[in-house]
């Protein structure tokens, strides 16, 4: 095989990988699109729906007390409503920066053993005294590998902590709303 058409098919390979690689982003961010699509038009339907009660409840008070009665439900209501909505909203997305994280971890990963692979063919047929350099770019690397690794790390830790965080706010929400009922 040329030198010709092993570049042809390595570009060949290359663009296969891209426009598979585009395509997966793009999936995951139509997915992600659709669900919150769908999550707002569920949100709008129901707040129309609880506006609409609150209005015919509104309508049909005859003193202070009852009024003060309705609007409270209502504050909890919408208060439950808007947890439960931040909490779909927020998982999908985590959902979608999971995917997204593990496709850009993916892409890396090839990258990195690409340049690794052609690192080894590029040794083998090096000329004498090339060794220091090929040496150096295997370290350049090895450290820009160890480097994406931290990255990752602290990425996913970080994500962690949201979560935890987002958890411990929707928990607390949800008890004060429940804690509000039972007076």
């Known amino acids: 095989m040329t030198t010709t ?15 598979d690689a585009a395509m ?22 129901v707040s129309l729906d609880q506006t609409s ?11 202070v007390q009852e009024m003060n009665t309705v ?8 208060l439950e409503f808007f947890t439960g909505y931040s909490k779909n909203l927020y998982e999908i997305s985590s959902a ?9 971890e993916a892409r890396v990963a090839g990258f990195q053993k690409s340049v690794a692979d052609s690192l080894d063919k590029v040794a083998k047929s090096a000329p ?12 350049g690397l090895a450290a820009s590998t160890a480097a994406m ?12 902590y949201t979560e935890n965080a987002y958890k411990t706010a929707t928990e607390t929400a949800t008890k004060a709303t429940a804690s509000s009922k039972k007076r």
């Open 53 to 63: 009660k609150v209005a015919k409840s509104l309508a049909g008070v005859k003193d």
């Open 5 to 19: 058409n092993t570049t042809a098919e390595q570009l060949g390979d290359f663009s296969k990988t891209a426009v």
């Open 96 to 104: 979608a920066q999971a995917n997204f994280s593990a496709l850009v």
């Open 71 to 78: 609007s409270t439900k209502s504050a909890e209501t919408g």
């Open 149 to 160: 690794d931290s990255i990752s790390k602290a990425s996913k830790q970080a994500t962690s």
């Open 128 to 139: 004498a005294g090339s060794d220091v350099a090929i040496a150096a770019m295997k370290q």
């Open 24 to 45: 997966q982003f793009a999936k995951v961010s139509i997915d992600s699109a659709e669900r919150m699509m769908a999550l707002n038009l569920e949100a709008t339907k």
